[in-house]
């Protein structure tokens, strides 16, 4: 996973916690959901980086 992909899953990450925690203090179930999604979506990608690494590794190993 390279930093930049780091770098901008956390950042979405970040700011998915602000915006539920806004939404909570807020009584904004909108923007608590949203920030939810955020949260999920940077899981996501994170998740798809990490299957890369792995892939990349193994590839590495192999040759």
């Known amino acids: ?3 930049a992909d780091k770098a901008s899953n956390k950042a ?10 806004t939404g909570k203090a ?5 923007l608590r ?5 955020d949260q999920a979506s940077s899981a996501v990608k ?3 980086e990490k299957v890369k690494d792995a892939a990349s ?3 590495d190993k192999l040759t």
Not at 26 to 30: A, G, H, Q, S
Request: hydrophobic share 25%; aromatic share 0%; charged share 45%.
């Open 1 to 3: 996973m390279g930093i």
């Open 12 to 21: 979405e990450d970040l700011k998915g916690q602000a915006k539920e925690t």
């Open 57 to 59: 590794n193994l590839k």
């Open 33 to 37: 959901d949203e920030g939810k999604a």
């Open 46 to 48: 994170d998740a798809g």
């Open 26 to 30: 807020t009584n904004d179930k909108d």
